[in-house]
T-cell receptor, first 114, second 112 residues
Framework: GENVEQHPSTLSVQEGDSAVIKCTYS??????FPWYKQELGKGPQLIIDIRSNVGEKKDQRIAVTLNKTAKHFSLHITETQPEDSAVYFCAPVQGGTSYGKLTFGQGTILTVHP | NAGVTQTPKFQVLKTGQSMTLQCAQDMNHNSMYWYRQDPGMGLRLIYY???????DKGEVPDGYNVSRLKKQNFLLGLESAAPSQTSVYFC???????????FGQGTRLTVV
């Protein structure tokens, strides 16, 4: 199965700073790389994703970069705001017959201080 | 559009009791999943279903059973609850392999 490691486990930044979370995976057959945000008391929600034929994707203040050779992808949040405070999960997806099963990282608790 | 709806939201069971967690989605998704979330361990896949009538084990299936009789519903059963099954359970659905997964609000289960 897929081994997923996410770093750091906690991240504390000042409002306006940038935040970067890295996810390392083991299965070279993985072909879909999403990031989920989980707010307190809610289920995870997709915030950005990237497929294996693309190196970088941006959506306003968030971006994801993928290095398939090194088997890692990263979430970048610029100009952080207090509402970005949440738990973030990477969840690389194996291809083939895995039916889109998500293997979650351990999560990163991001705290943005006003 | 309700998305993914889980019932109940909270439940307390005594050891040995049984119960069924219910999940319904109104997005006509083929795939549905049950995850459990424990502190510091992310979300772990219990069972998944690629289509109506089919189910398969995930990472932590022991002590659970599932049923997918209708496309929109995915049921998770605990036959004899144990304290180790105290957790937050999330149901999710997606339209096809590798696509966005939509999660319910979760069911907080405590087994005493």
């Amino acid at each position: 199965g897929e081994n997923v490691e996410q770093h750091p486990s906690t991240l504390s930044v000042q409002e306006g700073d940038s935040a970067v979370i890295k996810c390392t995976y083991s299965d070279s057959a993985s072909n879909y790389f999403p990031w989920y945000k989980q707010e307190l008391g809610k289920g995870p929600q997709l915030i950005i994703d990237i497929r294996s034929n693309v190196g970088e994707k941006k959506d306003q203040r968030i971006a994801v970069t993928l290095n398939k050779t090194a088997k890692h992808f990263s979430l970048h949040i610029t100009e952080t705001q207090p509402e970005d405070s949440a738990v973030y999960f990477c969840a690389p997806v194996q291809g083939g017959t895995s039916y889109g099963k998500l293997t979650f990282g351990q999560g990163t608790i991001l705290t943005v201080h006003p | 559009n309700a998305g993914v709806t889980q019932t109940p939201k909270f439940q307390v069971l005594k050891t040995g009791q049984s119960m069924t967690l219910q999940c319904a989605q109104d997005m006509n998704h083929n795939s549905m999943y049950w995850y459990r979330q424990d502190p510091g361990m992310g979300l772990r896949l219990i069972y998944y279903s690629a289509s109506e009538g089919t189910t398969d084990k995930g990472e932590v299936p022991d002590g659970y059973n599932v049923s997918r009789l209708k496309k929109q519903n995915f049921l998770l059963g605990l036959e004899s609850a144990a304290p180790s099954q105290t957790s937050v359970y999330f149901c999710a659905s997606s339209s096809l392999e590798g696509a966005e997964a939509f999660f319910g609000q979760g069911t907080r289960l405590t087994v005493v």
